[in-house]
């Protein structure tokens, strides 16, 4: 079956419908890695997007649901070159396109992905339509396309019930912004034990829990729109309990703390970002998912100073907040595109807690 992807510029694109044959509206988004289409697609911050995949062949290594970062996938829809419809791994269970059907989430393959990321890239992101249906005047969908926001996905992609991951060590209390489940286990092999709380929650409720530490997690959606949550990350800084936060949890930081943050052009998403640790000038390969960054111009010196800065344009990776146990950062250490990297960040997390005891 046709399916089409209509652009808010009008540019249309066609391909062959894959997985659900619904029609819809998203922020449409390129993703630049090489593997991982299934942790890409149940990352929980590309809520409210369609993602196009630049790599041009996708699914050949199936379905593992050992791998998904959520209990589903949660992008509006798929956009790929090629769709393997035989893949060749033994740990796989299903096809892409068969979870993308079981799951509902539309999909068009045989586009161009190139030229679509060159669009991308020269206009920057803007909104899309995958629809099968064949539209002879664009009028009407074009007025819906170019309405469409991304609103109230992080308390959509929030759990909605506090769980917990025992462990011996110190009490590390996540707050589910979108949490990827890497994040939590990264923190679980370490020997801490995790107590996830939903985006909701008051900081006096996680403050009573007595946690050795906060985690702020990554999440999806413009990071000023989260004006509660926004209010309680400030009472967790005033509390002097070590806080590390990963990409939507460091934007939010930084606005509670009198920063501002701005919309990139088209985002940072892929496995092979460079960044610099201003600290020991090292450059670190990193996993990357986020279309919002903090402006460091916007900082108080008093508060808080650059750590680390994206090599390719420039901008803030992550901050060291002045006279606080806090340290945040824009990429994903948990995600391994190093592959190790970055993970001595949860070390030093653990080791600004105190250390496991």
Request: proline share 5%; charged share 25%.
């Amino acid at each position: 079956m046709k399916a089409f992807l209509i652009l808010e510029d009008g540019t249309v694109m066609e391909g062959t419908s894959i997985g659900s044959t619904k029609e819809v509206i998203s922020e449409i988004v390129f993703n630049t890695s090489m593997t991982g289409y299934l942790e890409v697609l149940t990352d929980p911050s590309y809520a409210g997007q369609a993602v196009v995949m630049t790599y041009p062949l996708i699914g050949n290594y199936g379905v593992c649901r050992e791998d998904m970062e959520s209990d589903r996938p949660w992008p509006d829809g798929f956009i790929v070159r090629e769709l393997s419809r035989i893949p060749s791994n033994f740990r796989s269970g299903e096809t892409i396109q068969h979870f993308l059907e079981t799951c509902d989430i539309p999909g068009i393959s045989g586009i161009d992905t190139r030229a679509l990321t060159k669009i991308l890239r020269e206009k920057g992101t803007m909104n899309g339509m995958i629809t099968t249906t064949v539209y002879t005047d664009l009028s009407q969908p074009l007025e819906k396309i170019r309405s469409y926001r991304v609103q109230g996905v992080v308390k959509k992609v929030s759990c909605k019930e506090t769980y917990v991951l025992s462990g011996e060590g110190k009490r590390v209390a996540l707050l589910d912004l979108g949490t990827k489940k890497n994040i939590a286990r990264s923190l679980h092999v370490r020997g801490c034990q995790v107590t996830v709380y939903p985006s909701d929650t008051r900081a006096e409720k996680i403050l009573a829990d007595r946690p050795d530490g906060i985690m702020l997690s990554n999440g999806p959606g413009d990071p000023k729109e989260n004006v509660e949550v926004i209010k309680e990350i400030r009472k967790l800084y005033e509390s002097d309990v070590p806080v590390f936060a990963i990409c939507l949890g460091h934007q939010l930081m930084a606005l509670a703390t009198g920063a501002d943050t701005y919309k990139l052009k088209y985002g940072h998403r892929g496995g092979n970002h460079p960044v610099k640790d201003l600290e020991t000038g090292r450059v670190y390969i990193t996993s990357q998912n986020h279309g919002y960054a903090v402006n460091p111009d916007s900082l108080d010196p008093a508060v808080a100073v650059p750590a680390f800065v994206n090599v390719n344009d420039g901008t803030n990776e992550g901050l060291r907040y002045i006279g606080k146990n806090i340290f945040t950062v824009q990429y994903h250490p948990e995600a391994s595109p190093g592959p190790q990297d970055s993970g001595y960040l949860f070390d030093r997390f653990i080791t600004m807690m105190g250390g496991n005891e």
